[in-house]
T-cell receptor, first 114, second 117 residues
């Protein structure tokens, strides 16, 4: 158990809908990262927060947004969903963005868009 | 830009034999390298990392990795494979502080390791 929790584990929804994925980082970690894993794109970095502030953006679509709350949990919002958004979404955390730190991953949320 | 390559989609090994999963990297500046393992329907588990120092890094579950700067490689190794090692292995490099990315991981495509009894 990495100490990172994600809810829900599975999500099935229809095209055009909006969903929210939730992540709680390990105790003491201030930095949260979101990744998307799909068969065709592999593991891709989406967005990073540190202590409530956005720090870096990767290949995140404009239909997607995220935030980190004062209690450090984070939410990833996916809207106007398309079939191609079906993927595993992982949250990871680390004490801070520094290069010496590894990231610990949650179990993921499997999103299926029908 | 930082990148990693895992040249093998799949590696097959007999139980008890040594295993190697290959990774090469391309970075600007000092490389910060990581190995993760993913079991079916599970999240990624951290195995080991290279930040600086000794080129041979020891990690979890008996795995180790050798950092080779001249060959820009960071191969994952284990002296004696177990059937339970069968999983998907990812090599990753830190995004660093270039181009605005600050600490995110850049992953290779993954290598499926299959250990047969």
């Amino acid at each position: 158990d990495s100490g990172v929790t994600q809810t829900p584990k599975h999500l099935i929804t229809a095209t055009g809908q909006r969903v929210t994925l939730r992540c709680s980082p390990r105790s003491g970690d201030l930095s949260v990262y979101w990744y998307q894993q799909s068969l065709d794109q592999g593991l891709q970095f989406l967005i990073q927060y540190y202590n409530g502030e956005e720090r870096a953006k990767g290949n995140i679509l404009e239909r997607f947004s995220a935030q980190q709350f004062p209690d450090l949990h984070s939410e990833l919002n996916l809207s106007s969903l398309e079939l191609g958004d079906s993927a595993l979404y992982f949250c990871a955390s680390s004490p801070d963005p520094g290069s010496v730190y590894e990231q610990y991953f949650g179990p993921g949320t499997r999103l299926t868009v029908t | 830009a930082q990148s990693v390559a895992q040249p093998e989609d799949q590696v097959n090994v007999a139980e008890g034999n040594p295993l190697t999963v290959k990774c090469t990297y391309s970075v600007s500046g000092n490389p910060y390298l990581f190995w993760y393992v993913q079991y079916p329907n599970r999240g990624l588990q951290f195995l080991l990392k290279y930040i600086t120092g000794d080129n041979l890094v020891k990690g979890s579950y008996g795995f180790e990795a050798e950092f080779n700067k001249s060959q820009t490689s960071f191969h994952l190794k284990k002296p004696s494979a177990l059937v339970s090692d069968s999983a998907l292995y990812f090599c990753a490099v830190k995004g660093g502080w270039y181009g605005g990315s600050q600490g995110n991981l850049i992953f290779g495509k993954g290598t499926k390791l299959s250990v047969k009894p």
